[in-house]
């Protein structure tokens, strides 16, 4: 229902480092389940990381994990991507992901659980 806007993306060489955010309109940031998806052309939408509520629970798909960070500031109504340590085929479209409702850390890399997508932003790493 509310807006959802990705930032941060950019170009960045091998081994650099990107931040993406993701803010959203409204009152009720701290009421979601969020998430960052990444898409590249002819592809499915494919998971990354994801965040609960309160932040105290995270979770990371296995080409990303302890390269890639998650975190969320409810008082900013903001979600974070750190990215360390990029590479080339961590490029492509970043998206940010809401979820109104529970769910469970089995379920948190399948994109039909979420409810609300951003627009996406753009990530190209190349030398």
């Known amino acids: 229902q509310v807006q959802r806007v990705e930032s941060g993306g950019g170009l960045v060489q091998p081994g650099g480092s990107l931040r993406l955010s993701c803010a959203a309109s409204?009152?009720?940031?701290?009421?979601?389940?969020m998430g960052w998806f990444r898409q590249v052309p002819g592809k499915e939408r494919e998971f990354v990381a994801a965040?609960?509520?309160?932040?105290?629970?995270?979770y990371y798909a296995d080409s990303v994990k302890g390269r890639f960070t998650i975190s969320r500031d409810n008082a900013k109504n903001t979600m974070y991507l750190k990215m360390n340590n990029l590479k080339p085929e961590n490029t492509t479209v970043y998206y940010c992901?809401?979820?109104?409702?529970?769910?469970?850390?089995?379920?948190?890399?399948?994109?039909?659980?979420?409810?609300?997508w951003g627009q996406g932003t753009q990530v190209t790493v190349s030398s």
């Open positions: 965040i609960s509520w309160g932040g105290g629970r995270t």
């Open positions: 992901a809401a979820r109104l409702y529970a769910l469970s850390g089995s379920y948190v890399h399948q994109s039909r659980q979420y409810d609300y």
């Open positions: 409204g009152r009720t940031f701290g009421s979601y389940n």
